[in-house]
C-alpha cells in the first residue's frame, strides 16, 4: 500500500527555520518524482517545490524561490523541505504528493504536517 | 502561467441530486494535461479525474469528467452524502508551473 508520511511541522517564529520530512511506503521511491503543496487555513491549494525522481530538477513557486529548498534521500525513501525565513504567509498545512507522469497527475497524497508561522 | 477559474464558489445540493462543477482555463490546454481532486474537511486531496475524463482506481462511476481546450466540467450523477466536498481543479503540464483552481464547495442543501 502506497503511503506518504509527513513529519517536522510546529510553531516558528517569523524569519525561522523548519525542516519538513515526507516518509514514503509501498512503493519504488526513487522512480517518482515528488512535490510539496501547501494550503494555508481555509484557502485553496498552492504549489510549493517539485524534485524529479534522481533529485537533478527542482522547481520552486515564486512565492518560496531562494528561502525554500527540497531534496530527497532516495537510500532512506524521504523527500524533505528546509523552510527558511519564514512568514506569517508561509502558514499552511504541507502536503508531499506522488507524482505520476503515466497519469499526469499527484496520485497519492499524505496526510499533511501543520506550520504555524508566530511570535 | 495558466489560470484556473472554477464555478461555481459553492454548489447547495441535495442528496441524489446531480451536481455539474465547471472549470476554465485561461488558455487554451492538453486534456492530458487535466485533472480533478475531492477534498474532505481535514483531509488530504484525493484524485478523481486525470487525463480530463479517466476515473482514478476505486473512484465510483457516478464521478465523470469532460472537456477540451479551455473548458472542463466535473458531474456527480447522483450525489451521495460522502461526495459533500470541495473540488479543485487542476492543470498538470508537462512543466511547471502546476496549477489548482480555487474550488468548489459541494454542500447538502
Known amino acids: 500500500e502506497v503511503q506518504l508520511v509527513e513529519s517536522g511541522g510546529g510553531l516558528v517564529q517569523p524569519g525561522g527555520s523548519l525542516r519538513l520530512s515526507c516518509a514514503a511506503f509501498?512503493?519504488?521511491?526513487?522512480?517518482?518524482?515528488m512535490h510539496w503543496v501547501r494550503q494555508a487555513p481555509g484557502k485553496g491549494l498552492e504549489y510549493v517545490s517539485a524534485?524529479?525522481?534522481?533529485?537533478?530538477?527542482?522547481y520552486y513557486a515564486n512565492s518560496v524561490k531562494g528561502r525554500f529548498t527540497i531534496s530527497r534521500d532516495n537510500s532512506k525513501n524521504t523527500l524533505y523541505l528546509q523552510m527558511g525565513s519564514l512568514r506569517t504567509e508561509d502558514m499552511a498545512v504541507y502536503y508531499c504528493?506522488?507524482?505520476?507522469?503515466?497519469?499526469?497527475?499527484?496520485?497519492?497524497w499524505g496526510q499533511g504536517t501543520l506550520v504555524t508561522v508566530s511570535s | 502561467e495558466i489560470v484556473l477559474t472554477q464555478s461555481p464558489g459553492t454548489l447547495s445540493l441535495s442528496p441524489g441530486e446531480r451536481a455539474t462543477l465547471s472549470c476554465r482555463a485561461s488558455?487554451?490546454?492538453?486534456?492530458?494535461?487535466f485533472a480533478w481532486y475531492q477534498q474532505k474537511p481535514g483531509q488530504a486531496p484525493r484524485l478523481l479525474i486525470y487525463?480530463?475524463?479517466s476515473r482514478a482506481t476505486g473512484i465510483p462511476d457516478r464521478f465523470s469528467g469532460s472537456g477540451s481546450g479551455t473548458d472542463f466540467t466535473l458531474t456527480i450523477s447522483r450525489l451521495e452524502p460522502e461526495d459533500f466536498a470541495v473540488y479543485y481543479c487542476?492543470?498538470?503540464?508537462?512543466?511547471?508551473?502546476?496549477?489548482f483552481g480555487q474550488g468548489t464547495k459541494v454542500e447538502i442543501k
Open positions: 504528493a506522488r507524482e505520476n507522469i503515466v497519469l499526469m497527475a499527484t496520485d497519492f
Open positions: 509501498g512503493f519504488t521511491f526513487s522512480s517518482y518524482g
Open positions: 524534485i524529479s525522481s534522481n533529485g537533478g530538477s527542482t
Open positions: 488558455q487554451s490546454v492538453s486534456s492530458t494535461y
Open positions: 487525463g480530463a475524463s
Open positions: 487542476q492543470h498538470y503540464g508537462n512543466s511547471p508551473p502546476w496549477t
